[in-house]
């Protein structure tokens, strides 16, 4: 669930807002690009990313629903240091850099409000680079199908709520690609789950949570 202290609201109740719509890889902004406006996620997901090489980037985080995007860049007046591209169609309400900053430098709790928002949103890229460097391949991929069961859901069919491709997992588990096809079919293989065209399906939760090696805690 996205963390955003009640600025999302606060945005959303302004009078010069754009509704935007994404489809699936269109891009709401890109790297090093000037800071146009901030982005409140409605529906749909994003995946927020760097380029590492012509040929890598490396996704740091999935936003969905309550999230917002750009915070960092118009705050600080530089360009957008990562970019943010639609992996299903998405809806987003845009405020220009120019108004944000009107209105958060209208009223001191719109300021701790926007300090609140950044402090979780590195809260959070902190504990997913965290998780992943202290667990070998197959734990960071149960431990990252765990992460988007709670933040996404699963349907009917016990199916992730959000498609990714080979690319885009190996991506944000820091695994090769071959070596992503390489623990899905091992995966299948021990009945924890199936992929097909960027569906996964959840067939034994319990086993998955095992494989991630999670405390007790976190298994409650």
């Given at each position: 669930?996205?963390?955003?202290?009640?600025?999302?609201?606060?945005?959303?109740?302004?009078?010069?807002?754009?509704?935007?719509?994404?489809?699936?890889?269109?891009?709401?902004?890109?790297?090093n690009e000037p800071p146009a406006g901030i982005y409140?996620?409605?529906?749909?997901?994003?995946?927020?990313?760097?380029?590492?090489?012509?040929?890598?980037?490396?996704?740091?985080?999935?936003?969905?629903?309550?999230?917002?995007?750009?915070l960092h860049s118009v705050v600080n007046s530089h360009?957008?240091?990562?970019?943010?591209?639609?992996?299903?169609?998405?809806?987003?309400?845009?405020?220009?850099?120019?108004?944000?900053?009107?209105?958060?430098?209208?009223?001191?709790?719109?300021?701790?409000?926007?300090?609140?928002?950044?402090?979780?949103?590195?809260?959070?890229?902190?504990?997913?680079?965290?998780?992943?460097?202290?667990?070998?391949?197959?734990?960071r991929f149960a431990d990252t199908l765990l992460m988007?069961?709670?933040?996404?859901?699963?349907?009917?069919?016990?199916?992730?709520?959000?498609?990714?491709?080979?690319?885009?997992?190996?991506?944000?588990?820091?695994?090769?690609?071959?070596?992503?096809?390489?623990?899905?079919?091992?995966?299948?293989?021990?009945?924890?789950?199936?992929?097909?065209?960027?569906?996964?399906?959840?067939?034994?939760?319990?086993?998955?949570?095992?494989?991630?090696?999670?405390?007790?805690?976190?298994?409650?």
């Open positions: 669930m996205a963390i955003n202290n009640g600025l999302e609201e606060i945005i959303k109740n302004q009078k010069n807002l754009q509704e935007l719509i994404f489809h699936k890889n269109e891009p709401l902004f890109m790297e409140c996620i409605e529906s749909g997901s994003v995946k927020i990313f760097k380029e590492e090489s012509a040929e890598l980037s490396r996704i740091l985080h999935l936003a969905t629903a309550g999230e917002i995007l750009g360009p957008y240091t990562n970019s943010a591209v639609a992996i299903s169609d998405t809806r987003a309400c845009f405020i220009t850099s120019d108004d944000f900053m009107e209105l958060i430098n209208s009223n001191n709790t719109y300021k701790l409000l926007v300090m609140k928002s950044l402090c979780s949103r590195i809260d959070s890229m902190e504990d997913h680079i965290v998780r992943i460097s202290e667990k070998m391949s197959d734990e988007l069961i709670d933040k996404y859901g699963l349907n009917r069919t016990k199916e992730l709520n959000i498609k990714l491709s080979i690319d885009e997992l190996a991506s944000y588990t820091c695994t090769s690609k071959s070596y992503m096809k390489k623990i899905i079919t091992e995966f299948a293989h021990r009945g924890l789950v199936t992929f097909s065209s960027g569906s996964i399906r959840v067939l034994n939760l319990p086993m998955l949570k095992t494989t991630a090696a999670l405390s007790p805690a976190r298994q409650a």
